[in-house]
């Protein structure tokens, strides 16, 4: 990860819900939920997570609330932004733009409803951590997504790419 900040991750990062307003984001009410997220005493900040909408906002939606998280977090709080897709190509872009929109770190969920092999889990994840250089937490929850990434597989991950930092695991 050269060139790459150093940030520490500890403490409760909450995933962060997107108001909706008349079917749109609500970008008032998520600015001022992200400050009421700092002011209580969350120590870093999740948006565009499942529980933030990933999977039903538009793309411009998705990039829209990286973007108001970050300028609203102002460095104070470390912003870890949902980036995972169903399609590699398109994690990939979520999370370049998530680095370029200054988040510290990206949590990037197994892909959903294809299924993918182990050899296919490590292929996504090894070509999104190759493409960027912030850290990456891998999100596993097979419940939602019907695949579950092996520890065999994250520890392989872990050895070939520095920027595999950490998972959340529900499964």
């Known amino acids: 990860m050269t060139g790459a900040k150093t940030v520490t991750f500890r403490g409760s990062f909450p995933a962060l819900i997107t108001p909706m307003k008349d079917g749109k984001v609500d970008e008032q009410a998520f600015r001022k939920?992200?400050?009421w997220q700092i002011s209580e005493g969350s120590?870093?900040?999740v948006p565009v997570g499942t529980t933030g909408e990933s999977p039903t906002v538009t793309p411009e939606?998705?990039?829209r609330l990286v973007e108001i998280c970050v300028a609203e977090a102002k460095g104070r709080v470390p912003v870890i932004a949902g980036t995972g897709s169903n399609s590699t190509a398109e994690a990939i872009e979520y999370t370049i733009h998530a680095k370029q929109a200054g988040a510290d770190a990206a949590l990037v969920v197994v892909p959903y409803y294809n299924k993918p092999t182990q050899d296919g889990l490590y292929a996504h994840f090894k070509a999104i951590a190759d493409a960027v250089d912030i850290p990456i937490f891998v999100y596993n929850v097979?419940?939602?997504t019907v695949a579950n990434i092996s520890v065999e597989t994250l520890a392989r991950l872990s050895q070939d790419c520095e920027n595999i930092?950490?998972?959340k695991d529900a499964s």
Do not use: A
């Open 43 to 45: 120590h870093g900040l």
């Open 142 to 144: 097979p419940g939602r």
């Open 165 to 167: 930092v950490g998972t």
């Open 33 to 35: 939920f992200v400050n």
């Open 61 to 63: 939606e998705h990039k």
